[in-house]
């Protein structure tokens, strides 16, 4: 069993900068490979990026080059770090944690991001 919190979310400007934190429990947090997706009102959920256990990284075409994952497994948190954010980044962002295959497993809570013109 994994628990996911999310935090640092906030309104920010078009332009601007926010740092995502995801903490975790567990002793085999360092074995589960880290995403962040993100929801806006009224659409789908969307793949941000993932990291790997041996911190390989994939991103989503909309944010590559402006977002940032990173890990840091002795700590048992994953970050997300978006910068020169857009209006349309305006979403609830969601840190999960799967093993391997498809699907994510576990989630947080989520934390709120909005981006203002």
């Known amino acids: 069993q994994v628990q996911l919190d999310e935090s640092g979310g906030g309104l920010v400007q078009a332009g601007g900068s926010l740092r995502l934190s995801c903490a975790a429990s567990g002793r085999t947090f360092s074995t589960y490979i880290m995403g962040w997706f993100r929801q806006a009102p009224g659409k789908e959920r969307e793949f941000v990026a993932a990291?790997?256990?041996?911190?390989?990284?994939s991103y989503a075409d909309s944010v590559k080059g402006r977002f940032t994952i990173s890990r840091d497994n002795a700590k048992n948190m994953v970050y997300l770090q978006m910068n020169s954010l857009k209006p349309e980044d305006t979403a609830v962002y969601y840190c999960?944690?799967?093993?391997?295959?498809?699907?994510?497993?576990?989630w947080g809570q989520g934390t709120q991001v909005t981006v203002s013109s």
């Open positions: 999960a944690a799967k093993r391997d295959g498809p699907q994510y497993k576990y």
């Open positions: 990291i790997s256990w041996s911190s390989n990284k």
